[in-house]
């Protein structure tokens, strides 16, 4: 995460404390830095575009708003993390109360909803693997996805929520475990 | 088991997902587009008046004098009790057995007239 940086984070925070053009810049280089892969960890979560479009945008103008309250104790990819983990959580639990919380009809809607969804071209074996996914909890799915799709280090996973390195192994591994049994059991 | 191990190291880091044509291209400048302009200048453009800026000292101080006056009302309301309490003790130290037995005798009272006198007091 941290290599694909090409901009300097101290000089980021220094124009976010100047005038308004310079903290719209500096703004605008952060977006161009950490879209993409806030981008892709929203998207392993929701499953639509769309609606991963929405939360990323809710994110920016969130960090946006409240930017002059970020006094720079944490990185700002911690930061923003924090913000999309909240902003995705949040969408999955509105979600969850208006749909069925039924997990057979669960399933059956996420294997409809990859199927018809133009932006997602992966086969029977993938679909599974994302009901599987989806069967976690909110945590381990989370860390399961930053690790599994996002290749993410456990030290980049832990800056980025804020969890030890072996809450985070642990985490993972019973995210394994539960999806190859699902598998196991879908035989 | 070996099967499902095999199914997660092949799909290992590959995402079966895909977005629109150019979505990343723009996607800087889409969020940028949807950002509300004037924040940051709304800032410094807000005008911090004189009341704006001792309006949390003044409610302090209403809240302290408020605390103060509901003290100061529940001790003066016990002070005044205790006081009426000290003059009935000091009322009834001044009839000593002595100066009442001498009382009973001088006055022929019986118990029942006692008796009765203590009720209608009490009454």
Redesign the interface.
């Known amino acids: 995460m941290a290599a694909k940086m090409a901009y300097d984070e101290k000089k980021i925070l220094e124009m976010l404390r100047e005038d308004s053009i310079s903290k719209r810049r500096a703004f605008e280089a952060i977006v161009n830095n950490f879209s993409e892969q806030l981008y892709w960890q929203i998207r392993h979560m929701v499953l639509s575009h769309d609606d991963a479009n929405d939360i990323l945008q809710n994110t920016f103008i969130k960090a946006w708003l409240n930017i002059d309250s970020f006094m720079g104790y944490s990185k700002i990819s911690t930061w923003l993390y924090r913000i999309a983990v909240n902003e995705t959580l949040t969408f999955l639990n509105r979600q969850q109360r208006t749909i069925s919380i039924d997990i057979e009809s669960d399933e059956t809607d996420i294997k409809n909803t990859l199927e018809s969804d133009p932006y997602f071209d992966g086969d029977e074996t993938e679909i599974m693997l994302q009901k599987a996914i989806a069967a976690l909890p909110d945590k381990q799915r989370l860390v399961f996805n930053m690790k599994y799709f996002n290749e993410m280090t456990y030290e980049e996973i832990s800056e980025a929520l804020g969890t030890s390195v072996g809450a985070l192994k642990a985490s993972y591994h019973i995210a394994v475990k539960k999806i190859k049994s699902f598998f196991d059991n879908s035989d | 088991?070996k099967?499902?191990?095999n199914?997660?190291e092949k799909?290992?880091?590959?995402?079966?997902?895909?977005?629109?044509e150019g979505y990343?291209e723009n996607?800087?400048a889409?969020?940028?587009a949807?950002?509300?302009q004037e924040?940051?200048?709304q800032?410094?453009t807000v005008k911090v008046t004189m009341w704006m800026r001792i309006k949390p000292y003044v409610y302090i101080a209403a809240a302290f004098a408020g605390i103060f006056f509901c003290v100061r009302l529940a001790l003066g309301t016990t002070s005044k009790d205790d006081n009426m309490q000290i003059a009935q003790t000091e009322e009834m130290t001044i009839y000593t057995d002595e100066y009442i037995d001498s009382f009973l005798e001088t006055t022929m009272i019986d118990d029942y007239t006692i008796y009765y006198s203590l009720v209608d007091i009490n009454n």
Do not use: A, C, H, Q
């Open positions: 088991m099967k499902e191990d199914i997660l799909y290992s880091g590959r995402r079966p997902f895909t977005t629109p990343f996607l800087t889409n969020i940028m949807v950002l509300p924040e940051s200048g800032e410094s």
